[in-house]
């Protein structure tokens, strides 16, 4: 599976992935020694999940490097009507791959809180995906996005560059509601991610009926 993206672009798309490889510049496709592939070799990171997702990205990708470009390069001249092929086809893939990591981080917040209670005594701790609309009401997400991408047209053609999508997305771990990304204590994150990667095996272990050993 050969892929047009960069270490950025694939670790913006495999957002959970970032707890997974110790290399910052890996784009988890071809190094013997990332860490993300070698869990997929060992058959802890569902492999039908690695090549369905990777796919999704690149696609994501190809449509936003050619946003990108068509901005750059017509500012002073740009079609209308072009441009909203153009969008359009990226709010069709913003919207796959919202759904894709939603539903992704439901599962692991569905184990994270059983798990994190089984230690602590507790269930106070939650994945929250950052994205840039409101996912609550999933029938609404395309007419959101579209409306978004209108009001920063103008922004956008004068950067020369797409402002807003899940390239830009993220997701935090909240402990009591705080936000320990940037506020918590090193054994908070050390117990955050083990409690994931956990719930990672339960994920596991619900699509192929068998639970991995964890490392």
């Known amino acids: 599976l050969e892929l047009d993206l960069s270490p950025r672009e694939i670790n913006d798309g495999f957002i959970e992935f970032g ?3 110790k290399y910052n510049t890996c784009n988890h496709t071809k190094d013997a020694n ?3 592939i070698g869990r997929v070799n060992k058959g802890k990171i569902l492999k039908s999940r690695y090549d369905n997702y990777l796919k999704l990205i690149n696609d994501y ?3 936003l490097k050619n946003r990108n470009e068509y901005l750059k390069s017509n500012r002073n001249r740009i079609n209308d009507a072009y441009l909203d092929v153009l969008t359009t086809e990226l709010i069709k893939k913003n919207v796959e791959i919202i759904e894709y990591r939603n539903e992704y981080l439901n599962k692991i917040n569905f184990y994270i809180k059983k798990i994190y209670k089984d230690i602590t005594g507790e269930d106070k701790i939650y994945i929250k995906y950052e994205t840039f609309i409101n996912i609550s009401n999933e029938k609404n997400m395309l007419q959101e996005m579209k409306v978004k991408y209108d009001k920063i047209k ?4 004068m950067q020369g560059m797409t402002l807003i999508g899940t390239h830009r997305d993220d997701f935090s771990i909240y402990i009591n509601d705080v936000k320990i990304n940037n506020y918590g204590s090193q054994g908070q994150h050390r117990l955050a991610i083990l409690c994931f ?3 990672e095996i339960e994920v596991f272990r619900e699509n ?3 639970k991995p050993i964890l490392l």
């Open 154 to 157: 103008y922004s956008e053609l």
């Open 61 to 63: 990708t190809k449509v």
């Open 19 to 21: 707890y997974n490889c």
């Open 34 to 36: 990332c860490s993300v």
């Open 208 to 210: 192929k009926y068998v």
């Open 197 to 199: 990667k956990l719930a």
